[in-house]
């Protein structure tokens, strides 16, 4: 984890879009910064689903809010027609973040998944 936490926003936002084609992601597509319109990624899943991907890079000690989740939950389900919504963080997130996320099917990867996922293991939600 220590390499991710000197990734910048950008490293970090190409670091899960590698990750991403390693699960056999394609169409993958690296939208981060201003103008991506709440998403940072978008592509396809092996099995054909539109997937829209959010990443923060935070400090381990500041959590992903749920107004954060909020925003994300419209951007990728009402603007970009997600099947599958993905938000990635290296850090942990809040209850109500979490509690949002599990009523309305985003999934979240955050920092203990994160760590197994760039260490080789397959996401099971892109499987």
């Known amino acids: ?5 000197g990734m910048n926003w950008r490293e970090f936002e190409h670091h ?6 390693r699960d056999g ?8 910064g201003p103008g991506d319109r709440g998403v940072d990624i978008t592509g396809q899943t092996a099995d054909g689903r539109r997937i829209v ?13 749920s107004a954060e989740m909020q925003k994300f939950l419209g951007a990728s389900f009402v603007q970009h027609q997600a099947d599958l919504a993905l938000f990635v963080a290296s850090t942990t997130f809040s209850p109500d973040a979490r509690a949002i996320a599990d009523e309305h099917g985003v999934t979240v990867v955050d920092r203990a998944a994160l760590e197994k996922w760039s260490a080789g293991v397959a996401l099971p939600v892109l499987l």
Do not use: E
Request: charge should be positive.
């Open 1 to 5: 984890m220590a390499s991710i936490d």
């Open 16 to 21: 899960v879009a590698i990750l991403l084609r």
């Open 25 to 32: 992601c394609t169409d993958i597509v690296v939208h981060g």
């Open 53 to 65: 991907v959010q990443c923060k890079n935070f400090a381990p000690y500041r959590p992903v809010w």
